[in-house]
Each structure stands twice: as C-alpha cells, then as structure tokens.
C-alpha cells in the first residue's frame, strides 16, 4: 500500500467506527448543508474525529477524493472511501 492508500485506509476505519452509512458520514461532513463538502468542514471534522492528520496529510486526502477538483467534495465523489470502490468490488457480484 503506498502512502495515500495507508491514508484513506485509516480515514475509512475510523469513520466506520463511528458511522454505519456512508450517507451518514456524508451528512455529518456537510455542515452547512449545501451537499458539498469544503476543505474547512472536512478539517473540522478530521479535527473532531481526533484523525491525527497533517496539514499536508489532509489536503493529501481531500485531493484524492475531490477526484473532479472543484475545490469541495460530493456525495458521489465521497463514496470513493468505501472499501467496494476503493477496492473495486462490485457489492452486486456474488
């Protein structure tokens, strides 16, 4: 695993500890409520989560899932933390 997969990995499991849905970790994100997820309420929340995170660590992690870089994070581009996208597996493939 290189050293953004070892970030995301670890973002991912902490997340799952607190969190059952991935809608629900979206929500709590998206402070403000307007379906996107800026820089500053992904911060705060890394913050809060006690994700002992770098400064370059999290915009490391934001870029990454800011795949269409347009500076905030949505909810289709935050599914790219779950464990069947990150890993490619098809949840409908037995």
Same mark, same amino acid.
């Not at 695993?1 to 500890?17: A, G, I, N, S, Y």
């Not at 911060?43 to 915009?59: A, G, I, S, Y």
């Not at 795949?67 to 790219?80: L, T």
């Given at each position: 695993?290189?050293?953004?997969? /070892?970030?995301?990995?670890? +973002?991912?499991?902490?997340?799952?500890?607190? !969190?059952?849905? #991935?809608?629900?970790? +979206?929500?709590? +994100?998206?402070?403000?409520?307007?379906? $996107? #997820? $800026? +820089?500053?309420? !992904?911060?705060?929340?890394?913050?809060?989560?006690? *994700?002992?995170?770098?400064?370059?660590? *999290?915009?490391? /992690? !934001?870029?990454? #899932?800011?795949?269409?870089?347009?500076?905030?994070?949505?909810?289709?581009?935050?599914?790219?933390? $779950?464990?069947?996208?990150?890993?490619? #597996?098809?949840? !409908?493939?037995?």
């Amino acid at each position: 695993m290189d050293r953004q997969e /070892l970030l995301v990995e670890k +973002f991912w499991q902490k997340l799952t500890l607190k !969190f059952k849905k #991935i809608a629900d970790m +979206f929500r709590f +994100f998206d402070r403000n409520f307007d379906n $996107s #997820i $800026s +820089f500053k309420e !992904f911060r705060v929340v890394c913050e809060e989560l006690d *994700l002992r995170f770098t400064e370059n660590q *999290l915009k490391d /992690l !934001f870029d990454w #899932i800011d795949n269409e870089k347009k500076g905030a994070i949505g909810y289709h581009e935050f599914m790219r933390i $779950s464990d069947e996208k990150r890993l490619g #597996i098809d949840p !409908f493939v037995n």
